[in-house]
């Protein structure tokens, strides 16, 4: 016996994004060795000077906070106090997203008596672009991994596979996802606009975007805003790998 003819799309959009975004063996070995450059915490780059500095980390797309564990590790070595962004799977409609990192923001921000530095990896880094420019009292630096700023949808054709499908569960109801509306719709038109607004100039802003990425096109990751950071590393990795971290290091 056939189910809802609604639930039966939502099932085929998952499955048929999932298979689609599955990453190239190729993609997997760089990823693979970019994990394993930063494994054994007995051979992580020397940190930068955190100075009890609050660091917020914000995950990419379909990601959670555990995406982000080892890089909070790091850094607290160095003297940081690490906070989680509060976020399960990086697949909700901005606005919502946006209120409720504000709300952590301000945590803490007042935990910590002085602004933050916001990591965000991939849509991580968009959600921070906006939230900077919309409290930029709340902010000190903002660092972004592969950040598609410029366009949202400018990702490989695999990763605009698993948006559609992500978009077309939201639009069939399910709670706690984007829907198609909310790339064009009023529901975040304010966040879009931000995105268009001069940064602030009072917040630093470095972004480190590669060549080879896989999942994001690297000219959507441009600002000029930003110190840019452009290193050869998947954009899977860009939390984990070496040089990532040794780029951090010189600049925060």
Do not use: K
């Not at 976020?87 to 952590?104: F, G, H, K, Q, T």
């Not at 991994?145 to 490989?156: E, I």
């Amino acid at each position: 016996m056939g189910g809802a003819p609604g639930l039966t799309r939502a099932a085929d959009a998952l499955r048929f994004g999932t298979e689609a975004a599955r990453p190239r063996p190729a993609v997997v070995a760089r990823a693979a060795r970019e994990w394993l450059s930063t494994r054994d915490p007995r051979a992580w780059p020397a940190p930068p000077e955190g100075d009890g500095r609050p660091v917020l980390l914000v995950p990419g797309f379909l990601a959670g906070d555990a995406s982000l564990r080892r890089l909070g590790a790091w850094l607290r070595t160095g003297g940081f106090r690490t906070y989680r962004s509060g976020i399960a799977a990086n697949v909700d409609c901005m606005e919502p997203l946006l209120a409720r990192l504000e709300i952590r923001a301000q945590d803490v921000v007042r935990r910590a008596g002085a602004p933050m530095v916001l990591v965000g990896q991939s849509r991580g880094g968009t959600l921070g672009r906006v939230l900077a420019a919309r409290r930029p009292d709340l902010v000190q630096t903002l660092v972004t991994l592969g950040s598609p700023v410029g366009d949202q949808l400018a990702v490989a054709p695999r990763t605009r596979v698993a948006v559609t499908a992500v978009g077309t569960l939201g639009s069939l109801g399910l709670p706690g996802l984007f829907s198609h509306a909310c790339m064009d719709g009023p529901c975040c038109a304010p966040s879009r606009a931000q995105l268009l607004e001069p940064f602030p100039g009072g917040v630093r802003y470095v972004a480190v975007v590669s060549p080879v990425d896989e999942v994001v096109r690297p000219e959507a990751c441009l600002d000029p805003a930003a110190d840019l950071v452009e290193l050869h590393v998947s954009h899977v990795g860009m939390g984990v790998d070496a040089t990532v971290w040794r780029a951090l290091s010189a600049r925060l």
